[in-house]
């Protein structure tokens, strides 16, 4: 049984930090590029970072260039997402996303963490 289930999410004020985590069961964690997305009411899901299976390749949004970090322990099934110097429009339900396409494409979705900056 595949899971996915995003953790950290909460409440800050903004220029704060948050970690979220997303701890994966039910499939070969390393063999999957992991993704993080956002989404707010009423707009599409937003792609804010990426990495790749074993760690060694990273992009991001431009509006959270410079401010997070992804990053990823295979030993534990876990990927991050370090989000510093929080402004209030990066408050969205976030969900982390495992992707593989080869041989055939997968695709697997977590539960979503609510991530609230305000003052």
């Known amino acids: 049984q595949v899971q996915l289930v995003a953790s950290g999410g909460g409440l800050v004020q903004p220029g704060g930090s948050l970690r979220l985590s997303c701890a994966a069961s039910?499939?070969?964690?390393?063999?999957?590029?992991m993704r993080w997305y956002r989404q707010t009411p009423g707009k599409e899901r937003e792609l804010v970072a990426a990495?790749?299976?074993?760690?060694?390749?990273?992009s991001y949004a431009d509006a959270v260039k410079g401010r997070f970090t992804i990053s990823r322990d295979n030993a534990k099934n876990t990927v991050y997402l370090q989000m510093n110097s929080l402004k209030p429009e990066d408050t969205a339900v976030y969900y982390c996303?495992?992707?593989?396409?080869?041989?055939?494409?997968?695709?697997?979705w977590g539960q979503g963490t609510q991530v609230t900056v305000s003052s």
């Open positions: 996303n495992a992707r593989r396409l080869v041989p055939q494409t997968y695709d697997y």
């Open positions: 039910g499939f070969t964690f390393s063999s999957y590029a």
């Open positions: 990495i790749g299976s074993v760690g060694g390749s990273t």
